[in-house]
């Protein structure tokens, strides 16, 4: 009996302590279960409350700043400005139709806004947010604000839109930017996320294309918190992207600007190089457009007029136009004949006013003919008999391989959108073209610049800046990126005999300042400052044998597009070479009248670095120039044209 009290006694003590530790870990457990519900339901409640409402957490890209493009003297050509603008997210704004219809209630939106936005909503996936639509004054951006909650799913950002302040004057040299395409990922094949942004915009051409790459930049990213309802309830964090790089283009706006408008409204194209160093000093087209319209989104009705306008605005003639060059063809079929020894610079040939091969008459531009001419005469008053026995002479092998050498029938890189190779023909190349031989005509035909050769004004001005610094001069369009000067590499001879250039220079001078020289009206009396140049006329009809027995209708008597284009090339001083400059007036008629006279105004322009002095004009001129110039609507150092009251 003893035993059994003892056991029972042992077993209550057991189970005394069982109890109290069982007793104490619950009661340690329910202090921090207690805890934790404080924690939960007092520090926390904030954060679980919105949890509760379904909150989400979102990632977004965040665009980054494009790059700004500047002129050689740092002028904006291409920047950024603030922009307001509405986006919506598919998945938060739940009946998209509904939203739209509302948030129309708030700001302007058209049909063409709703459909534009619904099927950008429809294409892109739930999460990625499209603009509904930008450029929003303050008052609009404000309206939308207030009426976020009941307009789920949509957002007010502000984010930077791409700007031109000087619109027409650079549209062709620096393009503009546009939303991407599918055609934009053709061959890419690991593109950028953030050209999946909706809207997002790259270069469409012109340096904003080529450029791309450097101008973009990297995306930033942000993680956002919105709730049941889509809208925004806070910015988590957010990571900044990298801006792209600013560019310093070798162009002069002020340079730029004065040709845009000595120009007018002919068709015509200009481009003007640094003999020094190849730098293009401007490349202007005309007439020109706004590429301010494209970034904000074109008018059906504008790019209509665009495009079917007779002058196309949209071409690039620069760069991209490909003409006959004339009578500007003749120093490369001098210097190939000289260079061969084929004529030297006191060869003589006579002129009657044709020349008759086998039976074919083909004629000079001077119906009694030159008489007889040797090398500088031939250049001065633009003799083409001369040409036609010199390059019968040389052949057209040796005059292609010159031309080549001066840099025609080849595409100059420069980050700029269709430039054009030209075509500097040869006997292999129409056996290979056109399955046929060359011929004596075809030989007579290309040493006046006529035939099959093509060139364009940036190829013309190359030629002319290697004839007057007697090197292989690149031209070259980006000066620096991100304040990193572009090396320029020393240009090399181009390996003609200094006394065979200087009697080619010496005919370009005579151009200009000779008595009978073609281009004698469009000198510079300027001491020191005299320039050297030739005209070139090049046709775009043919002339039949009964028109030239009755007399060839002169250009202002014929339809603009059935007129001669009218070429010039020149340089100055000739002395000191700096500038190279190649103009063609579409359907302009003479290159002395009308493509000379404006070569002349630019190379002042540039020389002087401002509006050129009256001095620097023929004295019967001074008058008539006072007005033109005046008359020229120029802008500002900020960009902007001046009042109209002013102009």
């Not at 006694?9 to 069982?18: F, L, M, Y």
């Not at 002020?254 to 200009?270: D, K, Y």
């Not at 200087?502 to 370009?508: E, I, K, N, P, S």
């Amino acid at each position: 009996m003893k035993r059994v009290a003892r056991d029972s006694e042992a077993s209550a003590r057991r189970v005394t302590r069982r109890a109290l530790l069982l007793g104490g870990g619950m009661a340690a457990m329910f202090a921090a279960l207690g805890y934790r519900m404080r924690y939960l339901g007092v520090e926390q409640a904030d954060e679980f409350r919105l949890l509760a409402e379904e909150n989400r957490i979102n990632m977004r890209l965040i665009p980054p700043t494009r790059g700004v493009i500047h002129d050689r003297n740092g002028k904006v050509l291409a920047g950024n400005e603030q922009n307001y603008r509405v986006v919506m997210t598919r998945e938060d704004a739940g009946d998209v139709e509904t939203v739209l219809n509302r948030l129309s209630h708030v700001i302007p939106l058209t049909r063409s806004d709703i459909a534009d936005a619904l099927d950008g909503l429809e294409k892109n996936s739930p999460f990625v947010p499209i603009t509904v639509k930008d450029r929003l004054d303050w008052e609009e951006f404000s309206r939308v604000a207030l009426n976020a909650p009941a307009l789920p799913g949509v957002t007010p950002e502000t984010g930077m839109s791409r700007v031109y302040p000087r619109d027409t004057d650079f549209a062709h040299v620096i393009g503009y930017v546009g939303p991407v395409s599918e055609k934009d990922f053709e061959g890419v094949e690991n593109p950028d996320p953030v050209l999946r942004i909706p809207k997002f915009q790259i270069g469409k051409i012109g340096v904003e294309k080529w450029l791309e790459d450097t101008l973009r930049g990297e995306a930033g990213t942000k993680r956002i918190e919105v709730n049941h309802i889509g809208r925004v309830m806070r910015e988590i964090d957010r990571i900044e992207g990298t801006p792209g790089a600013d560019v310093h283009l070798t162009v002069d706006a002020g340079v730029q600007n004065f040709i845009q408008a000595r120009m007018g409204e002919e068709s015509a194209a200009c481009v003007m190089i640094d003999v020094t160093n190849g730098d293009v000093i401007a490349a202007v087209s005309s007439p020109s457009f706004d590429p301010n319209l494209f970034v904000r989104g074109i008018s059906n009705s504008d790019f209509r007029f665009l495009m079917d306008h007779d002058h196309r605005p949209m071409a690039n003639k620069a760069v991209q136009g490909a003409y006959p060059p004339g009578s500007t063809f003749k120093m490369v079929t001098a210097l190939a004949a000289l260079e061969d020894g084929a004529i030297t610079p006191e060869t003589t040939f006579r002129c009657p006013g044709y020349y008759d091969a086998g039976g074919r008459k083909f004629h000079c531009w001077r119906r009694g003919g030159h008489g007889p001419v040797n090398l500088e005469r031939s250049l001065m008053e633009s003799c083409d008999v001369f040409y036609y026995e010199t390059a019968l002479k040389v052949g057209i092998d040796k005059i292609a391989e010159m031309g080549r050498r001066l840099g025609l029938g080849q595409r100059h890189d420069l980050p700029m959108s269709a430039i054009t190779e030209g075509n500097m023909p040869d006997k292999a190349w129409k056996l290979e073209r056109h399955k046929a031989e060359w011929r004596i005509g075809d030989t007579i035909n290309a040493s006046i610049g006529q035939g099959y050769v093509l060139t364009s004004p940036l190829q013309l001005a190359v030629m002319t800046a290697r004839i007057a610094s007697g090197k292989a001069i690149k031209p070259r369009l980006v000066r620096a990126i991100d304040g990193q000067e572009v090396p320029v590499e020393p240009a090399e001879s181009i390996g003609i005999s200094t006394s065979n250039l200087t009697a080619v220079q010496g005919g370009m001078v005579a151009v200009m300042n000779g008595k009978s020289g073609t281009a004698r009206s469009s000198r510079i009396v300027a001491e020191g400052l005299q320039m050297a140049g030739k005209t070139g006329t090049a046709q775009v009809r043919n002339i039949s044998a009964a028109e030239r027995a009755a007399g060839v209708i002169s250009n202002d008597q014929l339809p603009w597009n059935r007129r001669d284009h009218a070429l010039f090339v020149g340089y100055g001083p000739a002395e000191n070479p700096r500038y190279a400059v190649a103009v063609v007036v579409e359907h302009g008629g003479g290159g002395s009248t009308a493509a000379a006279p404006i070569a002349r105004d630019a190379l002042l322009r540039a020389i002087y670095g401002a509006v050129p002095p009256l001095e620097a004009y023929p004295s019967d001129q001074r008058g008539r120039m006072e007005s033109l110039l005046n008359g020229l609507v120029l802008r500002g150092d900020d960009g902007r044209l001046p009042p109209a009251s002013d102009t």
